[in-house]
């Protein structure tokens, strides 16, 4: 097999996992897709494994969308609000980090991916309100939350489920569960946006991306599956989220350090 065909495979094989990962809780996708494309499947510069990888789970969360749409779990109210004001703010986020140093944007994508995870520990008890919608009373605050996300999102080439989860529960009250079929109207959003500014300056890897779309299709059924029996358990959807962050996290400030130390 050569190298080519064996990053291909390793890219179908990542694609299964962030695809699963999408589907059970929302952003996890977004978390793992950069990491994998750098650690797994071998793309040398962190600018285009971050362009394709917003490629990659973009496609895959409309795929997931689907599926909660199906299950009647998408708030589209708050889900295109929150979006609309991200697309923004994701458009100038991409643009400022295919101007950053590749491995420090690693690093610092790991920070905050800790920060985040303390925050889900936090709330992993919280129950939230079941029907919330977005009226004139939420709207203001559901865009800020969106477009603070979408900065974030763009800046660090990622899909942003793991903030837009949180931040359409602190903006809504909706339950986790709800947040996470409705986040991914944002992660689809999101992605595009930081997508295409990436693929203007010729970083995303098509091959790969597709692939990787590929395998994310599949891996998305069972996701969705699990998150509606998971959906019962109280927190244990945010625990897991906040275990799973912490755990690449570890891993990536560890070799981000090393790279940027050598």
Request: glycine share 16%; hydrophobic share 55%.
């Amino acid at each position: 097999m050569s190298l080519f065909d064996l990053a291909h495979l390793l890219a179908a094989l990542s694609g299964v996992l962030v695809g699963f990962t999408l589907g059970l809780v929302g952003g996890g996708g977004s978390i793992l897709a950069v990491p994998l494309m750098v650690y797994v499947v071998g793309v040398k510069s962190p600018h285009v494994a971050i362009g394709t990888s917003a490629l990659a789970v973009a496609a895959n969360a409309l795929v997931g969308l689907f599926n909660h749409a199906r299950a009647h779990n998408v708030t589209w109210s708050c889900g295109g609000a929150y979006a609309a004001a991200g697309v923004i703010g994701a458009l100038a986020g991409s643009s400022l980090g295919k101007a950053f140093d590749g491995q420090k944007l690693l690093f610092l994508f790991a920070l905050l991916m800790l920060v985040v995870a303390a925050l889900m520990f936090r709330s992993r008890s919280q129950q939230g309100i079941e029907g919330v919608t977005c009226t004139r009373d939420n709207l203001p605050k559901v865009a800020s939350f969106g477009f603070g996300t979408g900065v974030l999102s763009g800046f660090f080439g990622i899909g942003g489920g793991f903030l837009i989860v949180p931040g359409l529960v602190a903006s809504t009250a909706m339950t986790t569960y709800r947040a996470i079929g409705t986040s991914l109207v944002a992660v689809s959003a999101f992605g595009l946006t930081t997508a295409l500014n990436y693929a203007v300056s010729g970083l995303v890897d098509w091959g790969v991306a597709g692939a990787f779309v590929a395998g994310g299709v599949a891996g998305s059924l069972g996701g969705t599956s699990l998150a509606s029996k998971l959906s019962t358990s109280k927190g244990l959807l945010s625990t897991i989220f906040a275990g799973m962050i912490v755990l690449v996290a570890a891993y990536m400030l560890y070799r981000s350090a090393a790279a940027i130390g050598a």
